[in-house]
């Protein structure tokens, strides 16, 4: 920006001393009453160039590239809070005094209203008749509570629980609450699975972490027959590389490879996808699955991390059933927050 100049005229009494105390370079009250004086048009053109940017960037946020730093992952799993980038805009209007700038503010204002103002103002699925009611958390390995986060997931009222992370040999202390409360019960690795109806055919699922932490069941309820997988997928990682999510991705696609394979006209996938729907990583599993909070939850659905969640990583996605109501529950001794699905055939 250049500031403008006046013609020098010569040192006076009153004018010898007016730049005493004054840093080269520094305007002065007369320039930015100067600059004031602009058309208001003229003063707000690089906050109206921010916020067209800042329009471009949500709405086209799957151009952009994923390298360096598979940086387009990155905004999409925060996609969301890109609605803060309007702030700046909004106190550039208002600094510059600048109508240009304030209607620019509108553009992305509407764009973010566009994609997100369904989950912000919206009522969900309102809730009703249900045949199957799912909850899946990823208790934390750490989890200094487990009995106090098995007993505050039976206040659900859940047909079936699912949990990931369990740690080895750690199954038992969930399942002192869960058992009695649940006839049916599996597990695999890491991951497991309790159920009011009948658990048959359990498999472990191989995602190619070297160890399991997936498995497929089907559950025989009264209405038919659902094939169920619980997940645990790699997680991502901040590092010199920038935002890690090769091994992540890997997973996904394993797990699409199951799930697109999988005969069975009712599908549910219960788990940590360790990635948000926007997040083009997912898209192996978004393409045939629906997103039971994108369906008919309220708010964002964020559920990481628990004490002030920002990413909506917890997911049950459904394949032949229609979501009624879904919602992200209370926070437990995880560092996750559970997620549940009211589901109908």
Do not use: C
């Amino acid at each position: 920006m250049t500031w403008p100049t006046t013609t020098p005229t010569p040192a006076g009494p009153e004018t010898a001393g007016a730049g005493r105390g004054r840093r080269r370079g520094v305007p002065s009250r007369a320039d930015l009453a100067a600059l004031m004086r602009r058309p208001a048009w003229r003063r707000g053109r690089f906050v109206a160039a921010y916020a067209v940017l800042v329009a471009l960037l949500m709405a086209g946020h799957s151009l952009v590239p994923n390298t360096p730093g598979q940086i387009g992952s990155l905004l999409e799993t925060f996609l969301p809070w890109t609605g803060f980038l309007i702030v700046p805009v909004l106190l550039g209007a208002a600094l510059r005094r600048s109508w240009t700038a304030l209607v620019a503010a509108v553009l992305p204002a509407v764009v973010w209203l566009a994609m997100f103002g369904g989950a912000l103002f919206g009522s969900g699925g309102g809730g009703g008749p249900y045949d199957l009611r799912v909850v899946t958390h990823n208790i934390n390995a750490e989890n200094p509570d487990p009995a106090g986060t098995a007993r505050s997931l039976l206040n659900a009222g859940a047909d079936v629980v699912a949990l990931e992370e369990i740690p080895s040999g750690q199954r038992g202390r969930y399942g002192a609450v869960l058992d009695g409360a649940y006839a049916h019960h599996a597990s695999e690795g890491t991951v497991a699975l309790w159920s009011r109806f009948p658990i048959q055919n359990v498999t472990p699922v191989d995602v190619g972490m070297g160890w399991t932490r997936a498995l497929r069941a089907e559950l025989a309820t009264p209405k038919g027959t659902v094939a169920v997988y619980v997940a645990h997928l790699a997680s991502v990682r901040f590092g010199p590389g920038g935002f890690g999510i090769s091994q992540r991705d890997d997973t996904v696609k394993r797990l699409a490879q199951y799930v697109d394979a999988d005969p069975a006209r009712h599908v549910v996938l219960l788990g940590d996808l360790n990635g948000t729907v926007a997040d083009r990583g997912l898209k192996p599993l978004t393409d045939g699955l629906t997103d039971a909070q994108d369906a008919a939850g309220s708010g964002f659905g964020f559920t990481w991390p628990a004490s002030f969640p920002m990413a909506a990583i917890d997911h049950v996605l459904v394949r032949g059933l229609h979501t009624v109501d879904a919602s992200v529950l209370p926070k437990t001794s995880s560092d996750h927050r559970p997620v549940k699905a009211d589901l109908k055939f």
